[in-house]
């Protein structure tokens, strides 16, 4: 789920920028160091809004940096135990799918498949139900559940599950017609 | 020792592995001083400041949540931000799959509606494109899936009236976090909400005829595609 929140955090400048655009700079470098990663508290920090206020620098001693404390709104995404996504199945086999939901990684164990889809191998991997009318092949968009998640240093990565109600494939690409 | 009777409230979490993060302290002192007879292994949770618990659960950075999650996050979401509401210990027993938002995201977070983050990461894209002239800014690849997304998820032309008709819903105890989840799960029936949300289930007989309105207004809402 998308959050928009004010994080803070100490920039470090190196002398040869100060100057009249000490704060572009400034707000340049947190844009480069803080877009695009992620924290196991935030989540993927996808996008700065805006920044609220830049403290005071401070001399280090012995270099010639300074420091900054800048607060900064940004919209995060975060997974959440319990949450409802739907996602782009991005590849199958045996043990289950794997399926993206903007920049965190989900997969749906074969275990949290529903009973009635058995693993059908091929050129293109799917799940499918005895009667063939449903199935979960790459490009399908499913809606799952989060039941769990991990982060690593650069990402987050979940575990779904289909085996819900009102869970499951919302769009298959093989039915388009 | 039986001071877990003694508090006037029954059943508090039992003294488990020191990796859990109870938040029981809404009571406030009592739960410290019942947990302090029985011998605490950490101090996590002494006076019940929400913030020093959720930070110290984001330090255990490699393990599933499910590990850890067992009952400690008391509240589970419930009743909006404020965390002092005081839901007591016996939400021991609720679901583990329920959404605990509130609890691990710092007081002032926002939750957005995936239509309303399309909105905002769109204008931000106008900007950026101005800005990849230059050659040293890179748009992160997060940010392009992370719009993506939120455009593929977004089935309502209008935000501002999508967050009207659901906001009244909180006024019968939806928090921000659900109600946020109903207008990304666009839901058509009362029944899938309640299956899919199960945090709202115990507010069922308040939310029932709100959201059976909600799901009307919002289904005029919806783009026709």
Do not use: W
């Not at chain 2, 906001?167 to 839901?187: F, H, R, V, W």
């Amino acid at each position: 789920m998308f959050f928009h929140i004010v994080l803070e955090r100490n920039m470090q400048l190196h002398p040869r920028h100060f100057g009249p655009h000490l704060r572009d700079k400034l707000v340049a470098k947190l844009m480069r160091d803080v877009e695009g990663t992620c924290s196991g508290r935030h989540g993927f920090v996808v996008a700065i809004t805006g920044v609220e206020d830049i403290g005071k620098g401070l001399i280090r001693e012995g270099t010639g940096f300074v420091t900054f404390p800048v607060k900064y709104q940004c919209v995060v995404f975060r997974p959440f135990k319990g949450e409802i996504l739907e996602a782009v199945v991005t590849m199958v086999n045996k043990m289950g799918f794997f399926a993206e939901a903007g920049p965190v990684q989900i997969f749906v164990s074969n275990h949290l498949i529903p009973d009635d889809m058995e693993f059908q191998s091929g050129d293109m991997p799917n799940y499918t139900t005895s009667d063939g009318s449903v199935k979960i092949q790459r490009d399908s968009e499913v809606r799952l559940k989060i039941i769990g998640t991990r982060v690593d240093a650069t990402e987050i990565f979940c575990i779904g599950t289909i085996k819900d109600d009102f869970l499951g494939v919302i769009n298959d690409p093989g039915a388009a017609a | 020792m039986s001071e877990k009777g003694g508090k006037g409230y029954s059943a508090p979490k039992a003294p488990k592995s020191a990796l859990k993060t109870s938040q029981v302290s809404s009571k406030g002192k009592d739960d410290s001083s019942a947990k302090s007879k029985r011998g605490r292994k950490v101090q996590f949770d002494n006076e019940g400041t929400p913030e020093v618990n959720s930070r110290n659960f984001s330090d255990f950075g490699g393990k599933f949540e499910t590990l850890s999650s067992k009952g400690d996050f008391g509240k589970a979401g419930k009743g909006g931000k404020t965390m002092g509401e005081g839901k007591s210990a016996m939400l021991k027993d609720r679901s583990k799959l329920e959404l605990r938002i509130e609890n691990e995201l710092p007081k002032n977070a926002k939750c957005l509606m995936d239509c309303e983050a399309a909105d905002i990461l769109q204008g931000i894209q106008e900007q950026m494109v101005l800005l990849s002239e230059d050659p040293t800014i890179k748009i992160p690849a997060p940010f392009d899936r992370g719009l993506q997304y939120a455009k593929r998820g977004n089935h309502y032309s209008d935000p501002q009236s999508l967050r009207r008709v659901l906001d009244n819903l909180t006024k019968y105890g939806a928090s921000d976090g659900e109600i946020c989840m109903i207008a990304n799960i666009c839901p058509e029936t009362v029944d899938e909400v309640f299956a899919l949300v199960p945090s709202l289930k115990k507010k069922e007989s308040k939310l029932k005829e709100p959201l059976k309105n909600a799901l009307s207004e919002l289904a005029k809402l919806k783009d026709s595609t």
